[in-house]
């Protein structure tokens, strides 16, 4: 696994409820279409996507070339896998987006104790914190146009920074955002 497929596989999920949201039917999206949605390559998209097939997080759908997140393994993965697959240390103070508890999601949820809060660094957004490597680099990109998207990554972000409470309040939050229809 890579930092991108969780990226990619959340991605899906957002693009499916954002679509049934506006009651469409869903198309589906492209390869290309995740390309420029994450910022990651269609080569890295393609690779990553075979991934989670394999990895049974996905599995492909009746219709040629869509796929169906196995919402409940990645909620399992998630929780009990990605803090130990992608673990967080907090680096240098940096202007970034805020992630985890101090994220629009669980900001008002979640109380931190300091001032400083996590960030994934990018030198256009407002606010300064602890800097937080994301999953993969292009995600404070992918998260400027897509809300949900964000939500879901800086849950993820609390479950793989957090402590015992901020990871159960993360999963609760994410599993009601993302659960198994």
């Known amino acids: 696994m890579k930092g991108q497929d969780i990226v990619l596989l959340l991605k899906l999920i957002s693009f499916e409820q954002s679509t049934f949201a506006n009651g469409d039917?869903?198309?589906g999206i492209t390869v290309r279409g995740l390309e420029r949605y994450t910022g990651i390559s269609k080569s890295e998209v393609n690779s990553a996507l075979h991934r989670c097939v394999r990895s049974g997080l996905a599995t492909p759908?009746?219709?040629?070339?869509?796929?169906?997140?196995?919402?409940q393994a990645l909620l399992d993965f998630?929780?009990?896998?990605l803090p130990y697959v992608f673990p967080v240390a907090p680096a240098e103070l940096t202007r970034g987006i805020p992630t985890a508890?101090?994220?629009p999601v669980l900001n008002k949820k979640i109380f931190s104790a300091g001032k400083?809060?996590?960030?994934?660094?990018?030198?256009?957004?407002s606010e300064m914190g602890e800097a937080i490597k994301p999953l993969y680099h292009s995600v404070t990109l992918a998260v400027k146009e897509d809300d949900r998207l964000y939500a879901y990554l800086a849950l993820v972000d609390a479950i793989r920074l957090g402590n015992a409470r901020e990871k159960n309040t993360a999963t609760v939050e994410l599993r009601k955002a993302i659960a198994p229809r």
């Open 101 to 103: 508890f101090a994220a």
């Open 61 to 71: 759908t009746s219709r040629k070339r869509n796929l169906s997140v196995n919402r």
């Open 116 to 125: 400083i809060i996590p960030v994934w660094p990018d030198p256009t957004a």
């Open 78 to 81: 998630i929780h009990y896998g």
């Open 25 to 27: 039917t869903n198309p």
